[in-house]
């Protein structure tokens, strides 16, 4: 058993540093850059919602805020990655311990291992985004409940952690209404003390929204927002199952490779496991732990059916909670498996070896998944950042919509993603792109290698193809005519 639980321990730390490696070299998706810039906008004094466009709860930006005090240039972008590691280290301890807690068993170890190891969606775990530490703070938060019911501290600071969870991404809610169903449920007189730590914490935020000066335009942002933001999808259709097919970019190779079978075997394995904890939840403790049971099999559940039926974009980062239900289930699986093996000597032999195949499968699978992703680098990033930052004066406005200007004061109100397509549904709506050029006599604008300035109003387009021009060969920056 120890070479097992050493072999476990050793082939999980290689696995979180290939997620280290490769999260400091890895090209920068767009989303990390405008969080990064809202984040910067932050520090500058801008606030929220009503100096800038934003439609997420603001805690990842409290949370990306102190990373300006100690970084600046280019060296922000790797700092920021190696948070977003730090973050995902830490969620794969919280899951091993959530794990611990259910079954009180070295099978626990288990659950990082294969969290460390999924290929989808491992990029989105090295990312410098809110789903990852939203998801922690809600583990933490379950943790709390689960492992200190009987007790009204631990029920209220998972009162706490699951309302910070909603303050660094809404959908996060729906975890802190589960959770309050269960203290409901199981432990009646524990509610108040969730309440009160729920309450509190929201109480602390809504405090804040009145300092901002305009409540309203907060609470549309939060709420509203976000849904006429979506409306987009129906012209953008994903299904759920589409990143399942073969995908050189998550499986490192195209067709049938072998991370793309090892990963589906473990999804399969996982939401199988799942699947029965949900239906028959007194496999393990008696009546006294069913509602445990139902619990954690019920926030599964309800992360697939989100991915399934609520999320208008299926994109991977609304896989990251079910990847982590699928880690806990597969070392569940192992659990059940060890029990059945453990009592009879020839079993434990068989389970030995069977496991160390396992691993074994694991760890070629990773390495042909992820080495050809450390030729996908960041140079270009660097170099495109650098450039900026030698080309557009320091303090200048500049109407940015990837987020990549990072430093530089925004020209208009919303930056930082292709705001153009979802104007038509805003129930309060933007001002013109044109005007605000026009009247602030800004001179920058950065539209990225997507070319996001084609997103804009055709008025909007008319106005910038007559007032500037491409600064670059690639035509990434467009500067005012004249300059």
Known sequence: MRIILLATIGVTLVFLLGHGNIGMVRYFDADEFAYLHWAHDVVRGQRPYVDFFF???PG?????APLYWIASGTSV??????VAFLIFVLLCITTGYLAYLLRKNWTALVAPLVLAFLPLPFDKFLEVRPDNLALLLAMIGIICVIKKTRSRAGVFWSGVFMAASALVIQKSIVFAAVTALFVVVSKRKMVIPYAVGFGLTILLFLFWALTTGDFGQVLYSIVL???EVSKISQFFIMMPDLFFYPNGIFYGADGYSFGLLTNHA??????VVGSV???IPFLYGGRERVWEEVYVAGLFFLSVVSYIYLYPFKHTQYLIPVAVCIALYV??????????????????FLFGIIYTFCLIVLVKAF?????PKAAWTNTGDFVTLKRILATIPKGSPVLDLTGSTIFYPNAFYACCFPFGQSAPYFSRPLPSVAESLENSQTNYIFGGMLERVTTLYPQDQAYIAEHFHPWTYDNQLLVRNGL
């Open 55 to 57: 439609y997420a709860t």
């Open 60 to 64: 990842f930006l409290w949370i990306l």
């Open 77 to 82: 972008l790797l700092w920021a990655r190696f």
């Open 225 to 227: 927002l976000p849904w």
């Open 266 to 271: 473990v999804w399969i394995i996982g939401l």
């Open 277 to 279: 904890r949900l239906v």
């Open 331 to 348: 070392a569940d699986g192992v659990y059940l498996v060890w029990m059945w093996a453990r009592e009879v000597p020839g079993r434990r």
């Open 367 to 371: 390495y042909e998944t992820n080495v």
